[in-house]
């Protein structure tokens, strides 16, 4: 299903209708997940309900596209909470937010509204939940990404990103340890940090943090790479889940391009391809994929359906009666 609030339409592609010479094949789950369709309807009533502008704190979700169709309506999106206009409306990202952000918003008197997956705040909550206990911390994520930002903010805790080694801190090995993640990492990845944890603390609680949405999609990727030669991401560079599928897809032997449209293809590509598969991230519209659909004008698509996904998230108290 498309998704319309983007300016999509629906229509098939038929092998009989297309003109191009190779197969695609399409990952189902792709695109949107709960999270971030809660997050773009949360900017949309806000805007009908306050009027614009209505600011919002870092990029709602990381697709450009989104980003600058939200801000067409009246979105404004900034990077620091004091840059925002006392008495202003605002919503806090999808990523989540430390709780500093929310004490200066309440300096400057600013209506919040926070957009943060439930998601997240389930991690945010579990920080809490172990440092309570007396349990020292440990977090698995990017340097720099938003949502790590969110998290470490919630309780002291010892970062590690898995991208620069496995570099554990120098507790006793019997110390009560429990470990989080960031819910957009690689499965396999953090799978591997995790153990080496596992191996250096013996009584570490292991939570299961990466999220359903990023989960299917790196299996349906796998998929993807058993039957293609080539994957193709569909989703911006600032996205961690759209970059980890293409890491996934590289990973599995298959030559893989993260393109934020059909305007980034580049059909050197293509030459000698015969099979093409397409995903997309959970924070890219689908119309950005059929579009992509149409450039290629494959002989034949077939639908590669690893998962079903029924999630829903409530919006927050107070907005639903907009």
């Known amino acids: 299903m498309l998704d319309s609030r983007f300016g999509a339409v629906r229509h098939s592609i038929t092998g009989s209708d297309a003109g191009g010479v190779m197969k695609v094949y399409l990952a189902a789950p792709r695109g949107f997940c709960a999270g971030v369709d809660r997050a773009i309807e949360i900017v949309e009533i806000a805007l009908r309900r306050f009027g614009a502008p209505v600011y919002v704190k870092h990029q709602i979700v990381h697709n450009a596209h989104v980003v600058r169709t939200l801000e067409s309506k009246g979105a404004v999106t900034v990077e620091d909470v004091r840059d925002i206009p ?3 409306n605002v919503v806090f990202s999808a990523h989540g937010s430390p709780p500093e952000d929310f004490a200066v918003a309440r300096e400057r008197g600013l209506n919040v509204i926070d957009a943060t997956c439930p998601l997240v705040v389930k991690v945010h909550n579990e920080a809490k939940k172990y440092r309570g206990e007396g349990r020292d911390v440990i977090l698995v994520g990017h340097r720099g990404h938003q949502e790590v930002k969110g998290t470490m903010g919630q309780a002291p805790m010892f970062f590690l990103d898995d991208r620069d080694g496995v570099e554990l801190p120098q507790w006793d090995a019997d110390a009560p340890v429990a470990v989080l993640t960031q819910t957009t990492l690689s499965v396999d990845d953090t799978r591997r940090s995790v153990e080496a944890i596992r191996r250096r603390f013996g009584n ?59 305007e980034e293809l580049d059909p050197a590509w293509l030459r000698g391809v015969e099979a093409v598969g397409v995903t997309s991230g959970a924070s890219t519209p689908d119309h950005l994929v059929h579009e992509l659909l149409d450039a290629l004008e494959p002989i034949e698509v077939e639908i590669v359906q690893t998962a079903e996904e029924s999630v829903s998230f409530r919006l927050p108290r107070g907005l639903p009666e907009a």
């Open 86 to 88: 006392e008495g202003s």
């Open 204 to 262: 570490a609680v292991v939570r299961d943090d990466i999220c359903y949405a990023t989960t299917n999609r790196q299996e349906a990727v796998k998929a993807l790479c058993d039957r293609v030669d080539l994957v193709l991401v569909v989703g911006s560079e600032s996205s961690s889940n759209c970059n980890r599928l293409r890491e996934v897809a590289e990973a599995s032997g298959a030559a893989a391009y993260l393109i934020a449209g059909r």
